[in-house]
């Protein structure tokens, strides 16, 4: 067997360049990874999703507005009522033809449960449209 040695006393010479294979190899490997992966995750069920629109409550007098307070409170047209009283009330105004609209005016420190309970008595009462208002987003500058 024959072993051919360098010859001469460049031995101890210093191998400065950096072997870029591995890492080509790697980022390939990774880029085949994200290209298969990808469609699998952004599939999704086919729906069509409601557009929303912005519209400006118009209050009419036949309107009912029910107000809850922070602590659980609730208002019709801003006079205080109990929850047996609402929901008596609520099913004399669900026989008026045509039936008014109900607009749900809830403190933003008020617990769910509240705003749950006028939910149910609407539900009950067989009242058909009603609606949240809001204070507009603020715009962020």
Known sequence: ???????????DE?????????????????????LITIPVV????????????????????ENVVLAVDKSGNYFWNDAPVTN??????????????PQPEVHIRGDRDVRF???GRIMADLQRSAILKVGFITNPEQPVF
Request: charged share 15%; proline share 7%.
């Open 1 to 11: 067997m024959a072993m051919s040695l360098p010859s001469g006393g460049d031995e």
């Open 14 to 34: 210093i191998n400065s360049t950096i072997n870029t294979t591995p890492l080509v190899d790697i980022m390939l490997v990774l880029l085949i990874i994200f």
């Open 42 to 61: 952004i599939k999704s069920v086919p729906i069509s999703l409601p557009v929303a629109t912005n519209i400006v409550t118009v209050t009419k007098p």
């Open 84 to 97: 047996e009283e609402l929901l008596d009330m609520l099913k004399m105004v669900a026989v008026k033809v």
């Open 113 to 115: 449960e509240s705003i």
